[in-house]
């Protein structure tokens, strides 16, 4: 479960999410990769419980939820320039993922 506090800085901008969704306005959620020693930081189980809210929340509203967070396509630390930031060797795994998966989809589908 995500706490009180997590929860206010999720809830916020997936309502506004939810608000934009409905009036035609194209939304996609991104959940970037972070680093095993990050994932430990948090409380048992908060880390799932956070991306389950998420996949939730989006799919409540139709938008699509892509999770980058995967721990066999990101070194540690080669990577992370910290434990939740890529840096230039992540970013050019990432930016590729993102562009061709998630923004070209919603580009196509808006008519571009």
């Given at each position: 479960?995500?706490?009180?506090a997590?929860?206010a800085?999720?809830v916020?901008?997936l309502v506004?999410?939810g608000?934009?969704?409905?009036?035609?306005?194209?939304?996609i959620?991104?959940n970037?990769?972070?680093?095993t020693i990050?994932?430990q930081?948090?409380?048992?189980?908060a880390?799932a419980?956070y991306r389950?809210y998420?996949q939730?929340?989006t799919?409540?509203?139709?938008?699509?939820f892509?999770?980058?967070n995967n721990?066999?396509l990101?070194a540690?630390p080669?990577?992370f320039?910290?434990?939740?930031?890529?840096?230039?060797?992540?970013?050019?795994?990432?930016?590729?993922?993102v562009?061709t998966e998630?923004?070209?989809?919603?580009?196509?589908e808006l008519g571009?």
């Amino acid at each position: 479960m995500v706490s009180p506090a997590g929860r206010a800085e999720v809830v916020g901008p997936l309502v506004r999410i939810g608000w934009r969704a409905c009036r035609g306005i194209k939304v996609i959620v991104v959940n970037m990769p972070i680093t095993t020693i990050q994932e430990q930081l948090l409380p048992p189980a908060a880390y799932a419980s956070y991306r389950t809210y998420l996949q939730q929340t989006t799919a409540k509203y139709g938008v699509p939820f892509f999770d980058y967070n995967n721990h066999a396509l990101f070194a540690e630390p080669h990577d992370f320039l910290d434990p939740h930031h890529l840096n230039q060797f992540g970013a050019a795994k990432l930016s590729p993922l993102v562009a061709t998966e998630a923004l070209l989809p919603a580009l196509r589908e808006l008519g571009w």
